[in-house]
């Protein structure tokens, strides 16, 4: 089973950029979506961004014109390029795929990378 990896994680101040990496272990051409959650303390996780395997991208109204969504087949990657950070992006961000557009995230959920977004 195709296993992801999350990294790119990090500190940084409010208004401050960082761009997060999801490589997986192999091909995503097969996957109809990839998508980008997050999980804050005593908060259910939640997805922030979505791509599918045509380019479309959707967005939670949180984020929406601050990240972007984007993936390389050729490296099996997704990216998350998040701009203009806030305190309330803080958050351990995880990866998963869907195999059809209604379909649940079917993979097994990686370690995560933590971002924290300082005031």
């Known amino acids: 089973q195709v296993q992801l990896v999350e990294s790119g994680g990090g500190l940084v101040q409010e208004g401050g950029s960082l761009r997060l990496s999801c490589a997986a272990s192999g091909s995503i051409l097969s996957m109809y979506a990839l998508g980008w959650f997050r999980q804050a303390p005593g908060k259910q996780r939640e997805l922030v961004a979505r791509i599918t395997s045509g380019g479309s991208t959707s967005y939670a109204g949180s984020v929406k014109g601050r990240f972007t969504i984007s993936r390389d087949n050729a490296k099996n990657t997704v990216y998350l390029q998040m701009n203009s950070l806030k305190p309330e992006d803080t958050a351990v961000y995880y990866c998963?795929?869907?195999?059809?557009?209604?379909?649940?995230?079917?993979?097994?959920w990686g370690q995560g990378t933590q971002v924290t977004v300082s005031s």
């Open positions: 998963n795929a869907q195999k059809s557009s209604n379909g649940v995230y079917y993979l097994p």
